[in-house]
């Protein structure tokens, strides 16, 4: 899979949980979304640095809403 591929996935999935987590109201379950909140950023931060790092321009990133 591609960074861009990639980065679109990680996005939507956190996008998903966010919405996810503003319907919820159960401590659990709220604890496993804001679990999986944070691996899903730390994930897009990571493959942001392998995008600047291959030197993929922003534009080239075409993030679905």
Do not use: C, F, G
Request: glycine share 0%; net charge negative.
């Amino acid at each position: 899979m591609d960074v861009q591929t990639a980065l679109q996935e990680v996005r939507m999935q956190w996008v998903n949980l966010e919405s996810v987590y503003n319907q919820v109201t159960d401590p659990a379950v709220l604890d496993s979304i804001i679990h999986q909140m944070i691996v899903a950023e730390q994930t897009y931060n990571r493959l942001l640095a392998r995008a600047k790092a291959e030197q993929i321009i922003a534009q080239e990133i075409q993030m679905r809403q």
